[in-house]
């Protein structure tokens, strides 16, 4: 079962199964839907970009696809939390609901103000929930599509052409792809590990 998970969520298995339209849905729905926060992000658009120097992806529609799922995402995450309100903060934790991630991308909002659109965009789970939490009051519609835009271009292009760059440059990197995506990942949760350290040094 938990071997089946993963192979749904690996970012190559998505790509040759799904194509270009299953990486866009991921992108919108782990950008603001709030059980897609499971899903990759970092690692299948830099993935999707490696598929792209090669001829596997159209690069043009994959950059502009992105870009336009990635803030569409956002701006649902910000109706949703602007919708059910301070409520979140209080609704039982489920399968795909962990009050947690939201109690998390709260506390990142709290540090880094408006510009928690722009760096959430490269967090994990706080990608997910910070738009959700700017939606429960805490930021203004008109910074956050200006955040949203910039954060969204920011993070889709870059992921994207990072990975299109190094396809084209490194040769045979089909050879590379899995040691490459396993690096993403564990970068990716880098912020992650460090407030858990943090978390467990101030409690010691």
């Not at 998505?14 to 729905?29: D, E, P, R, S």
């Not at 001829?55 to 956002?74: C, E, H, P, S, T």
């Not at 409520?87 to 540090?111: G, L, P």
């Amino acid at each position: 079962m938990i071997q089946e998970i993963l192979n749904a969520i690996d970012p190559i298995t998505i790509i040759k199964t799904l194509g270009l339209i299953g990486v866009l849905f991921i992108v919108f729905a782990e950008s603001g839907l709030f059980f897609g926060f499971f899903l990759p992000g970092d690692s299948l658009l830099f993935t999707a970009g490696l598929f792209a120097s090669q001829g596997f992806l159209n690069i043009y529609l994959l950059l502009l696809g992105a870009f336009i799922m990635a803030v569409l995402g956002d701006s649902f995450g910000y109706w949703f939390g602007k919708k059910i309100g301070p409520k979140i903060f209080t609704k039982e934790d489920s399968f795909f609901f962990q009050k947690k991630h939201v109690e998390r991308a709260h506390n990142f909002y709290e540090k880094y103000g408006n510009k928690t659109i722009i760096l959430a965009r490269f967090v994990p789970i706080v990608r997910t929930f910070a738009p959700i939490v700017a939606g429960v009051g805490l930021m203004k519609y008109r910074s956050f599509v200006t955040y949203n835009l910039i954060g969204g271009f920011v993070w889709s292009f870059g992921m994207v052409l990072a990975g299109f760059v190094l396809g084209n440059v490194v040769p045979n990197i089909d050879k590379y792809i899995l040691p490459i995506i396993l690096l993403i990942i564990f970068v990716s949760i880098l912020p992650i590990i460090f407030e858990f350290v943090k978390s467990k040094k101030k409690i010691v």
